[in-house]
């Protein structure tokens, strides 16, 4: 930078506002060299992998205790999976033949095997997958590098922006033990690893910059606006003086509200009222219960949408049962899709205003094979009595009638496989459109 004032937008991963200089980090990955190795150092070369396998799960072990000890065991999960990926019998068994059979050296035997895994997942098109091949990278690198006997440091002595072009689910966690002040990343999403751990951790965090650490260099002043995601690079003194008062009046705001969330939910003539929060993904349950919620009043479920591939009926059903189980005794309401039709069948329906046409109820009835695999995911979640539903965008009576039609289709389905759910699960319909 030349020291002149830069705004770049991206996308607000975790809510709140730093100011402070920025330390651009840059993980150098391991060197490999492909070496042959001769018969009598076969033995040698399958210790250091070994030894460096156990060295890497020792390594995992304590980030997982340090995620478990900051944001809990749901959101240290991650490093459980790595963890698991460590003990792959198969995998581990395939490097060692390779280095026997084939006598290379072993970083080059697990960087090759590894990345047939990365690639092909990477290739996918699955957001998903796209972000386990991120994990299994980043696993690689771990392993290669104990293997080599490489050191990394993860600790800085004062409080700092740190600004990378991605952080791995353990940079997220390890970073946090320093006086970090937040997190800009070019790569990511609301959804990637990085998000769902600053905002657990309550870190600041703006990803999806694109060219931040093409703008911004160790040493310069950054404004992070976790809210409106956007990083301001080298702002002039009026523009921090404004943030800094900004930042003030939230920490007020959020120190009265800290005062009254134990407090009843009662007008003041005594009125009671039972207090809901509205939630976009799972992970903000405990924020919600924390916060005095005692229920969940929407459920938007669209975020499991992943480039237009809809999820199936297990992983629907597990991710909507984490909410109601959280919320237990407290009541969740789950809304199907709401989505323009545009978005997830780019090839099937063409219409001028997908905002106003095909969206919402409309695509399930059209595309019953969508509906009823929801509808079903909700139902098994709902064994515990305190799930309820509701349908989007519904304008006619005709449609109500066509709802209520397929959720007794959907509860003979599962009733056909003896899967237990709630058989007086309530419904329900958001009128928003003024044809309603």
Same mark, same amino acid.
């Given at each position: 930078m030349?020291?002149? %004032?830069?705004?770049?937008?991206?996308?607000?991963?975790?809510?709140?506002?730093?100011?402070?200089?920025?330390?651009?980090?840059?993980?150098?990955?391991?060197?490999?060299?492909?070496?042959?190795?001769?018969?009598?150092?076969?033995?040698?070369?399958?210790?250091?992998?070994?030894?460096?396998?156990?060295?890497?799960?020792?390594?995992?072990?304590?980030?997982?205790?340090?995620?478990?000890?900051?944001?809990?065991?749901?959101g240290?999960?991650?490093f459980?999976?790595q963890?698991?990926?460590? #003990?792959?019998?198969?995998?581990?068994?395939k490097?060692?033949?390779?280095?026997?059979t084939?006598?290379?050296?072993?970083?080059?035997?697990?960087?090759?095997?590894?990345?047939? *895994?990365?690639?092909?997942?990477? @290739?996918s098109g699955?957001?998903?997958?796209?972000?386990?091949?991120?994990?299994?990278?980043?696993?690689?690198?771990?392993?290669?590098?104990?293997?080599? %006997?490489?050191?990394?440091?993860?600790?800085?002595?004062?409080?700092?922006?740190?600004v990378?072009?991605?952080?791995?689910?353990?940079?997220?966690?390890?970073? @946090?033990?320093?006086?970090?002040?937040?997190?800009?990343?070019?790569?990511?999403? *609301?959804?990637?690893?990085?998000?769902?751990?600053?905002?657990?951790? /309550?870190?600041?965090?703006?990803?999806g910059?694109?060219?931040?650490?093409k703008?911004?260099?160790?040493?310069?002043?950054?404004?992070? #606006?976790?809210?409106?995601?956007?990083?301001?690079?080298?702002?002039d003194?009026?523009?921090?003086?404004?943030?800094?008062?900004?930042? /003030?009046?939230?920490?007020?705001?959020?120190?009265?509200?800290?005062?009254?969330?134990q407090?009843?939910?009662?007008?003041?003539?005594?009125?009671?009222?039972?207090?809901?929060?509205?939630?976009?993904?799972?992970?903000?349950? #405990?924020?919600a219960?924390e916060?005095?919620?005692?229920?969940?009043?929407?459920?938007?479920?669209?975020?499991?949408?992943?480039? @237009?591939?809809?999820?199936?009926?297990?992983?629907?059903?597990?991710?909507?049962?984490?909410?109601?189980? /959280?919320?237990?005794?407290?009541?969740?309401?789950?809304?199907?899709?709401d989505?323009?039709?545009?978005?997830?069948?780019?090839? *099937?329906? /063409?219409?001028?205003?997908?905002?106003?046409g095909?969206?919402?109820?409309?695509?399930?009835?059209d595309?019953?094979?969508?509906?009823?695999?929801?509808?079903?995911?909700?139902?098994?979640?709902?064994?515990?009595?305190?799930?309820?539903?509701?349908?989007?965008?519904?304008?006619?009576?005709?449609?109500v009638?066509?709802?209520?039609?397929?959720?007794?289709?959907?509860k003979?389905?599962?009733?056909?496989?003896?899967?237990?759910?709630?058989? @007086?699960?309530?419904?329900g319909?958001?009128?928003?459109?003024?044809?309603?």
């Amino acid at each position: 930078m030349d020291g002149h %004032q830069k705004i770049i937008e991206g996308i607000p991963a975790s809510p709140g506002i730093a100011i402070g200089t920025a330390l651009k980090y840059e993980k150098l990955k391991p060197k490999i060299t492909k070496k042959e190795i001769k018969e009598e150092e076969v033995e040698v070369e399958i210790e250091r992998f070994l030894r460096a396998i156990e060295k890497s799960k020792s390594e995992l072990s304590k980030i997982l205790k340090l995620a478990i000890e900051r944001i809990g065991s749901e959101g240290a999960q991650i490093f459980e999976a790595q963890l698991l990926m460590l #003990d792959d019998k198969t995998m581990i068994d395939k490097i060692i033949e390779r280095i026997k059979t084939e006598k290379f050296n072993a970083e080059s035997i697990v960087n090759d095997e590894v990345e047939k *895994y990365v690639k092909f997942m990477q @290739s996918s098109g699955d957001e998903y997958l796209k972000e386990r091949a991120n994990d299994l990278e980043d696993l690689k690198n771990r392993v290669i590098r104990n293997i080599q %006997q490489e050191k990394w440091l993860s600790r800085f002595d004062t409080s700092r922006i740190v600004v990378a072009e991605n952080l791995t689910p353990a940079d997220t966690i390890l970073f @946090s033990r320093n006086q970090v002040l937040g997190y800009i990343t070019d790569l990511g999403g *609301y959804t990637s690893h990085t998000a769902i751990l600053a905002r657990a951790l /309550k870190i600041p965090a703006v990803v999806g910059l694109k060219e931040a650490t093409k703008f911004i260099k160790t040493g310069d002043t950054v404004i992070l #606006d976790g809210y409106r995601g956007i990083v301001i690079v080298n702002p002039d003194q009026s523009l921090i003086e404004q943030y800094q008062e900004k930042m /003030k009046r939230i920490a007020e705001l959020e120190r009265k509200l800290e005062q009254l969330k134990q407090l009843p939910a009662e007008t003041m003539d005594g009125k009671k009222f039972t207090l809901l929060a509205n939630i976009e993904f799972p992970d903000e349950v #405990d924020e919600a219960i924390e916060n005095g919620a005692e229920g969940i009043g929407l459920f938007r479920t669209e975020y499991i949408i992943n480039n @237009s591939i809809i999820p199936d009926e297990d992983e629907q059903f597990e991710e909507y049962l984490r909410v109601a189980e /959280k919320i237990y005794p407290g009541k969740v309401v789950i809304r199907t899709f709401d989505i323009g039709g545009d978005k997830i069948f780019k090839d *099937y329906h /063409k219409e001028d205003n997908p905002f106003l046409g095909w969206r919402g109820i409309r695509i399930g009835l059209d595309r019953p094979d969508i509906l009823l695999t929801q509808l079903r995911a909700i139902l098994r979640a709902s064994i515990k009595g305190n799930v309820m539903i509701m349908f989007p965008m519904v304008t006619t009576i005709d449609e109500v009638r066509e709802i209520k039609k397929y959720v007794e289709i959907a509860k003979s389905q599962l009733r056909e496989k003896n899967v237990k759910f709630d058989e @007086s699960i309530k419904i329900g319909v958001m009128i928003e459109v003024p044809s309603s």
